[in-house]
């Protein structure tokens, strides 16, 4: 009878652990659906190339893309030049696009770019 008492002591010992033990595991998985579901999504917007080169350098460098349409008269229709992209705003700098998708020029639809045709 000993060994039965000793027996469901620890029976009873490791099943509260059990419970006790999955009481945190579902509280943990519930804060980090907490903090995942409150993080924003990056915002997509229109990135507008602001010169009239065609040289890949400048295509793929984001420092030559703005919010805003350029000063320059450059009309986008279909082509082979970008005219404007589809991205996010750079983390480190927010007036620039991340080019989140690598090269605008070799990731053409990725970017769901407007072509202009070429000057």
């Not at 509260?16 to 924003?40: C, P, R, T």
């Not at 190339?49 to 295509?59: E, H």
């Not at 279909?78 to 070799?106: F, K, M, R």
Request: glycine fraction near 4%; proline fraction near 6%; charge should be negative.
């Amino acid at each position: 009878m000993m060994i039965t008492l000793k027996n469901t002591r620890l029976f009873v010992a490791t099943l509260f652990a059990l419970i006790v033990g999955a009481f945190y595991v579902v509280n943990a998985m519930d804060k980090k659906s907490e903090n995942v579901g409150n993080q924003k999504p990056l915002e997509v917007m229109v990135w507008h190339y602001q010169l009239n080169s065609t040289n890949p350098t400048d295509i793929n460098n984001p420092a030559n893309y703005a919010l805003t349409k350029p000063d320059q008269d450059i009309t986008c229709g279909s082509g082979e030049i970008v005219c404007e992209i589809q991205d996010t705003a750079n983390p480190s700098n927010s007036a620039q696009p991340a080019l989140s998708h690598g090269n605008v020029s070799d990731n053409p639809t990725d970017y769901s770019r407007t072509l202009r045709t070429a000057f």
